[in-house]
């Protein structure tokens, strides 16, 4: 609030020195400025801080948005919340749903070995490709798309043995439905373990390391 009080009263002073109080001080700019400038300029500024020190914080508040809305300048984007056990606890209950149970298996599968963080950059791969064009409009459509994740063609039954990491996936799926930030993986589309190099990763730009995933951007998506 401080900072707040002291920006808006120095844009205050320069409305001031525009008017009659300026034009004492080019008057005496005039005759001897090296001799009543400085003396001119610390009357005039005491007599601001005085007059806006006097002003309720409302009305400071008031006048440095109407700076803001006139200079076009918004607030700061907030910061993106810390992934950690913290953060996953805060997150309700997911109400089941198709698309949902797409996303959470896809973490659970791919996955649910990685750290939290890990399985939030997963799931930003996925609903990238739904935001690119070349891929399915839908979860379901890109997790079930063919040859994209090996759990989906590997031949084995995707059966889910471990409820534990389950629950963990299914919250962080649910977290990533409701608007939370992709911000780990630059816009990410593909995504391999360190264990493998596709060919594809030769030509991608790799975007993040999390984990034990490797991250890249398809070139126009």
């Known amino acids: 609030m401080c900072l707040l009080k002291t920006w808006v009263r120095s844009a205050v002073a320069l409305t001031f020195l525009s008017g009659a109080a300026f034009a004492d001080v080019t008057v005496s700019q005039s005759n001897d400025p090296t001799a009543s400038l400085g003396g001119h300029l610390s009357a005039l500024l005491g007599a601001e801080r005085t007059a806006l020190g006097s ?71 996925i609903l990238n490709r739904v935001d690119s064009p070349g891929y399915p409009r839908s979860i379901c459509g890109v997790v079930h798309q063919g040859g994209q994740f090996s759990y989906t063609f590997d031949g084995q039954p995707d059966t889910i043995r471990e409820k534990a990491a389950f629950q963990r996936a299914g919250k962080i799926a649910a977290a990533m439905l409701a608007g939370a930030p992709r911000a780990l993986t630059q816009g990410a589309t593909h995504f391999h373990t360190r264990a493998v190099r596709p060919g594809w990763a030769h030509r991608f730009p790799r975007t993040a390391a999390i984990g034990g995933h490797l991250f890249y951007r398809q070139p126009g998506s």
């Open 55 to 125: 002003l309720p914080t409302h009305r400071l508040e008031a006048m440095a948005g109407a700076v803001k809305r006139a200079t076009g300048k918004a607030d700061a984007a907030p910061a993106a919340p810390r992934l950690d056990e913290r953060w996953l606890a805060t997150q309700p209950v997911p109400a089941a749903s198709r698309e949902w149970q797409c996303l959470a298996t896809a973490l659970y599968f791919e996955a649910r070995g990685e750290p939290i963080e890990g399985q939030v950059a997963v799931a930003e791969v």
